[in-house]
């Protein structure tokens, strides 16, 4: 069915993956925050890998054990279809958020040391994952719906919970996402500094979605603008080092205490 189908195409993508980075020296697949520091400290580009849609599981611990040992760092519960263990936020809800079952995958990402990533899911299975995982949760590629009501971005509770999670939200530069007409660089830094103001400077990150999106916003057409965030964000009066935080710090602060759950889980029989 469409989760078999899915695992295999996310190995076939895996493999495609250590394929084309084989031959190269300034890039390479990492697992931990160490790993990304140490590539940095190379001069190389930290890979890392997710799977962006929880149906690809097949609700199976086994499978997600299976693309964890190869590499697969996070994911996404669910993508925008509802899955049969989670609800999306852009789909019919099945199970009023996670149900058993998810409840049940998300402790084996614990173990396993592999991200809870909460885009694409609904408020409902937020805050029952919120509920469920023991280690600090992501939102890879998700905006403020302060800013933009759309129901892939995150309310201002939601926002506030996942900072209690210890969590991140990476604001994505979809312009559907972001709202204003035209969508500008300024846009996505007002979403930054709305997230900043309520959920705080260490629960922010960036989640540009570059590879899958069909527009960008005026100033941020792809990664080589990226400083211009960085000098968007200091021009507004934030810090270097909340300037720092947004731009992966925390991100590998999220990846760090993750691990360390991990770690204690395995040794603890849990």
């Keep these: 069915g469409e989760g078999h ?16 980075l084989a031959g190269r020296d300034d890039a390479r697949i990492v697992r931990t925050a160490d790993g990304v520091l140490r590539a940095r400290d190379r001069g190389e580009t930290a890979v890392l890998l997710g799977l962006e849609g929880g149906h690809a599981l097949q609700g199976s611990p086994e499978v997600l054990r299976l693309l964890a040992a190869n590499g697969i760092r996070y994911v996404t519960l669910t993508h925008t279809n509802t899955n049969s263990w989670a609800d999306a936020s852009t789909d019919v809800a099945r199970w009023d958020g996670l149900n058993d079952l998810g409840r049940d995958l998300i402790a084996e990402m614990n173990r396993l040391g592999v991200l809870v990533d909460l885009s694409h899911v609904s408020d409902d299975t937020i805050r029952d994952a919120l509920d469920a995982t023991r280690a600090p949760v992501i939102a890879s590629h998700s905006s403020v719906r ?3 009501d759309h129901p892939r971005n995150l309310s201002d509770d939601l926002l506030r919970a996942i900072a209690g999670n210890g969590g991140v939200v990476m604001i994505n530069f979809y312009p559907i996402y972001l709202g204003g007409s035209p969508t500008t660089l300024e846009t996505v830094l007002d979403h930054i ?3 900043v103001a309520v959920a705080g400077a260490d629960h922010v990150g960036l989640g540009s979605d570059f590879a899958g999106v069909t527009s960008l916003p005026a100033g941020l057409g792809d990664v080589t603008r990226m400083p211009w965030i960085t000098h968007g964000l200091l021009a507004r009066g934030l810090s270097e080092e909340t300037a720092r935080k947004i731009l992966g710090g925390n991100v590998l602060r999220v990846m760090r ?5 991990a770690a204690e889980m395995r040794e603890s029989g849990a």
């Design 193 to 195: 500094e709305h997230a």
């Design 257 to 261: 205490e993750a691990e360390a759950v």
């Design 146 to 148: 302060a800013l933009r």
């Design 5 to 20: 189908a899915a695992t295999d195409r996310a190995l076939a993508m895996i493999e495609r993956v250590n394929q084309q």
